[in-house]
């Protein structure tokens, strides 16, 4: 099973699209009834949607997986209650699968079918989505349905987080300790650590600062840079998340402290906690479908 994409509704999505392509540096895909469709370097035919809407929220955020996988994931999610439907995707890449809503109303989407691109050789393009981080009202209790219903396995836990896989990367998720169910941030993967502090230097010309980094992180070891962008919500430039083996040991939030005045392995930047939380709080998740059985 793969992270590929996540889903935005908001009321400017060509604004958007045009922050993400002229200056955070992605690639346009296409544009598909007032929604714009933006990839990367690698295989996946977009990695980020955005909608038009009145309200700004989190339509869902898409796995890709096999047919075993998502049967399997059918009879768990029906024998558990939660709410799901069949879909047949609309979006770039199409596909069919399941929409699910988590018990704190974080909506995934699973798919088999769906279509892939030609990689884009020759420019400074993010490869893929690393991770989608969501925030909770109890962090424990998602990851313990995720890890129960959907077949993800945690893979550490922190004072702030508790950090979740769905294949051998440390993360492809992870719920914050926050207090209440949103989007905290979308994690863009680039090619290597030079393609990261490149990304830093683009966003600077456009007189952006990071809200938080450089640095590197502990649980999944990548480097990152976050930016509040002008439409919302936190986007990350990062490395690739650590491989981990199947018997990784899970860690506590005693085996992640920091010195005084750290809050990663490096300690070189300052991180702006009030802005942060001020758009981690924005894109909130929405049903707008009715269950099925399944």
Same mark, same amino acid.
């Not at 492809?172 to 989007?183: E, K």
């Not at 941030?185 to 980094?213: K, Q, T, Y």
């Not at 930047?269 to 709080?281: I, N, P, V």
């Given at each position: 099973?793969?992270?590929?994409?996540?889903?935005?509704? @908001?009321?400017?999505?060509?604004?958007?699209?045009?922050? %993400?392509?002229?200056?955070?540096?992605?690639?346009?895909? *296409?544009?598909?009834?007032?929604?714009?469709y933006?990839?990367?370097? /690698?295989?996946?035919? +977009?990695?980020?949607?955005?909608?038009?809407?009145?309200? =700004?929220?989190?339509?869902?955020?898409?796995?890709?997986?096999?047919?075993?996988?998502?049967?399997?994931?059918?009879?768990?999610?029906?024998?558990?209650? $939660?709410?799901?439907?069949?879909?047949?995707s609309?979006?770039?890449?199409? /596909?069919? /699968? &399941?929409?699910? *809503?988590?018990? =704190?109303?974080?909506? &995934?989407?699973?798919?088999?079918?769906?279509?892939?691109?030609?990689?884009?050789?020759?420019?400074?393009?993010?490869?893929?989505?690393?991770?989608?981080?969501?925030?909770?009202?109890?962090?424990?209790?998602?990851?313990?349905?995720?890890?129960?219903?959907?077949?993800?396995?945690?893979?550490?836990?922190?004072?702030?987080?508790?950090?979740?896989?769905?294949?051998?990367?440390?993360h492809?998720?992870?719920?914050?300790?926050?207090?209440?169910?949103?989007?905290n941030?979308?994690?863009?993967?680039?090619?290597?650590?030079?393609?990261?502090?490149?990304?830093?230097?683009?966003?600077?010309?456009?007189? %952006?600062?990071?809200?938080?980094?450089p640095?590197?992180?502990?649980?999944?070891?990548?480097? +990152?840079? +976050?930016?509040?962008?002008?439409?919302?919500?936190?986007?990350?430039?990062?490395?690739?998340?650590?491989?981990?083996?199947?018997?990784y040991?899970?860690?506590?939030?005693?085996? $992640?402290?920091?010195?005084?005045?750290?809050?990663?392995?490096?300690?070189i930047?300052?991180?702006?906690?009030?802005? &942060?939380?001020?758009?981690?709080?924005?894109?909130?998740?929405?049903?707008? $479908?009715?269950?099925?059985? @399944?």
């Open positions: 099973m793969k992270l590929r994409s996540i889903e935005l509704a @908001l009321p400017d999505p060509a604004a958007a699209a045009t922050f %993400m392509t002229e200056i955070w540096g992605m690639a346009a895909a *296409e544009v598909q009834g007032g929604t714009h933006l990839r990367g370097s /690698g295989p996946f035919p +977009y990695l980020v949607a955005f909608e038009k809407a009145e309200d =700004e929220f989190v339509r869902s955020t898409t796995f890709v997986c096999t047919a075993d996988e998502l049967e399997a994931l059918k009879q768990r999610i029906a024998a558990a209650g $939660w709410t799901a439907r069949p879909t047949v609309e979006d770039l890449g199409g /596909g069919q /699968g &399941l929409l699910v *809503e988590l018990p =704190e109303g974080t909506i &995934l989407r699973f798919l088999v079918g769906a279509s892939e691109a030609e990689p884009i050789t020759g420019r400074d393009l993010p490869v893929k989505l690393t991770h989608v981080v969501f925030n909770a009202a109890d962090a424990e209790a998602c990851g313990e349905a995720v890890e129960d219903i959907l077949g993800f396995r945690v893979s550490d836990r922190t004072k702030g987080m508790v950090f979740v896989r769905c294949n051998d990367s440390h492809s998720t992870a719920f914050a300790r926050a207090g209440f169910a949103s989007l941030h979308v994690a863009f993967e680039m090619e290597d650590i030079d393609a990261v502090m490149r990304g830093i230097g683009r966003l600077r010309d456009h007189a %952006m600062v990071p809200a938080w980094g640095g590197r992180h502990g649980p999944g070891a990548n480097v +990152y840079a +976050y930016f509040i962008a002008p439409f919302g919500p936190v986007v990350e430039f990062s490395t690739a998340v650590e491989k981990v083996p199947e018997d040991k899970v860690g506590a939030p005693e085996d $992640w402290t920091w010195p005084p005045n750290r809050i990663d392995q490096w300690g930047s300052d991180k702006d906690f009030d802005g &942060l939380r001020r758009a981690e709080e924005r894109f909130r998740f929405r049903r707008d $479908w009715d269950a099925a059985p @399944l």
